[in-house]
């Protein structure tokens, strides 16, 4: 990916459906943050040239730098020795700030090289990815309340939804009929589990192991010979002053 990447729309717009199920990484995030050095630099110099280092650049530095050389070597007058290191402060400027922004820009790459892995982008920049961007959201972020089991089953089809409308398009929007069918057709199921993940009767996704508990532990009362049922029955016929009442 080349550096300048990024300020296309398209990248701009493309989300990272991760080899492993998890929530979907926008290209954008990766992009390099402005930071305290480049505003003292900015408040310093200026704006930054895109232009990059130049010529005078070159002139400055190496001609600061031979002054103050000379200057010290040589017992020259101090004003020399200052003009030359104001000289050579002014060509460093961006020649560094062109360093510090390279630099940073590998770490950019390198660090979305580990992130995409062996996942797939998925352009975002047509309504019906658009809509698939969001229903995986809303369906990421409404598995939380499941248990460990329905919860990885819930993600995992997520997961497929994305995975398959990435491999499909490899990059492209969808332009076809039956690409935008393809496409909004699990938007439409992810939509579906949305809806049904937020039915009270779903509760934590696991009703049949919740119900094995609760008649475990009503045999285990029944062995025991109590529970707060048998002992509020008991008290209520004591403070009614038994049978006799």
């Known amino acids: 990916m080349a550096d300048e990447g990024l300020t296309d729309p398209t990248l701009r717009s493309t989300v990272v459906v991760p080899a492993q199920p998890g929530p979907l990484l926008a290209l954008v995030d990766f992009e390099r943050r402005r930071d305290d050095i480049d505003d003292v630099l900015d408040d310093m110099f200026g704006a930054p040239d895109d232009r990059g280092p130049g010529a005078v650049d070159a002139v400055l530095l190496i001609g600061g730098t031979g002054a103050v050389v000379a200057g010290l070597t040589m017992s020259l007058p101090t004003v020399l020795i ?6 050579a402060a002014l060509g460093a400027v961006l020649p560094l700030r062109s360093v510090l922004r390279h630099a940073a820009m590998r770490r950019r790459r390198s660090r979305l090289s580990d992130r995409v892995g062996h996942g797939s982008l998925l352009r975002t920049d047509h309504p019906a990815t658009a809509e698939l961007v969001v229903a995986h959201a809303r369906l990421w972020a409404a598995s939380g309340a499941l248990a ?14 994305a995975h398959e409308v990435a491999s499909l398009l490899a990059g492209r929007a969808p332009v076809t009929p039956h690409e935008v069918a393809y496409v909004q057709a699990r938007v439409d199921a992810l939509t579906a589990l949305v809806e049904t993940l937020a039915d009270p009767r779903v509760g ?14 009503q045999e285990v009362e029944q062995i025991g010979g109590g529970s707060s049922l048998t002992e509020a029955a008991t008290l209520t016929r004591d403070l009614l002053g038994g049978d006799d009442g």
Request: charged share 35%; net charge neutral.
């Open 82 to 87: 200052v003009g030359g290191l104001a000289a």
């Open 148 to 161: 460990p089991a329905p919860r990885d089953r819930v993600q995992s089809v997520a997961a497929d939804a």
């Open 204 to 217: 934590d996704g696991e009703a049949e192991r919740r119900r094995a508990l609760v008649e475990a532990r």
